[in-house]
């Protein structure tokens, strides 16, 4: 297989900016340098260096400490919510495009009724009737993935089952579900792998949006989000405040994003033969 320059570089990239992001995480699982809800008036604002190596904001806490603790909220919050999503995504999607007819149209019909739905909005709305916190986040953003799990294993679905190995398990007598399970479900796991990247970049984008929003992780434990919209009144006399969380963001999202995008070629050489 002869892969050009460039997505080579961007798969390096995308691992190496994914695979600081989980080291960091686990990192902030076991060891953050201050804590990261300590306050030290005398030491506020103080600019990136040492020992605080990203600055200290408005109330003296340790900036990377918080850093470390935000990943693992915003790791966790968006790989569970998109593992939810994942999981009834792929269980509709199935059925619509095995058995096709009736389900399929109303399974389809709840997908499209859902994607008109935003994640943001649905956390709003269930901020509204619950109160804020990680579970209207999670709840929030699982909902708001599902349609597109839906498609995509309805679509795969749809060109797997014809195959014969399939129509050979049928003629055979196996049922329904041992032919989902075992001969289709596996033929699918490349594009939701795919998906799962795409979805998982989306996920830490919106959680982040929805912590800056007030409606996510609440004070004073720290957020990426919620670290941005702290810091909003101080970018001028502090601007470490407003690139720490909004840098990691930024290269979390694009990480999971580069990762996906090479899956997608590999995938597109693969059925092209090179």
Not at 171 to 189: M, T, W
Request: contains cysteine.
């Amino acid at each position: 297989m002869n892969e050009g320059g460039a997505p080579v570089r961007s798969r390096r990239w995308g691992i190496f900016l994914v695979g600081t992001l989980l080291a960091l995480t686990v990192l902030g699982w076991f060891y953050t340098p201050y804590d990261p809800n300590e306050t030290r008036v005398v030491e506020r604002f103080q600019p990136p260096g040492w020992p605080h190596l990203l600055g200290t904001d408005h109330f003296g806490r340790d900036v990377f400490s918080r850093i470390l603790w935000g990943a693992r909220v915003s790791l966790a919050v968006g790989t569970a919510a998109v593992c939810v999503g994942a999981l009834v995504g792929v269980a509709l999607g199935l059925a619509a495009g095995y058995f096709g007819g009736f389900w399929d149209e109303l399974l389809m019909r709840v997908g499209t009724a859902l994607q008109a739905l935003p994640s943001i909005l649905l956390a709003l709305l269930f901020a509204t009737i619950w109160s804020p916190g990680v579970p209207v986040v999670l709840w929030g953003i699982a909902l708001g993935n599902i349609p597109s799990f839906l498609r995509v294993t309805r679509s795969q679905v749809l060109s797997i089952k014809e195959r014969p190995y399939v129509e050979a398990a049928r003629a055979l007598g196996a049922s329904d579900l041992r032919i989902v399970l075992r001969h289709i479900l596996p033929n699918v796991g490349s594009a939701l792998l795919v998906q799962f990247s795409v979805s998982l970049a989306g996920a830490i984008l919106a959680e982040a949006s929805l912590s800056y929003l007030g409606v996510g992780l609440q004070p004073p434990h720290p957020s990426w989000g919620r670290m941005l919209r702290e810091a909003q009144a101080f970018g001028s006399l502090a601007p470490w405040l407003v690139l720490a969380p909004g840098l990691f963001i930024a290269a979390a999202v694009v990480g999971f994003n580069l990762l996906g995008d090479n899956w997608i070629l590999g995938r597109e050489r693969l059925y092209k033969g090179e």
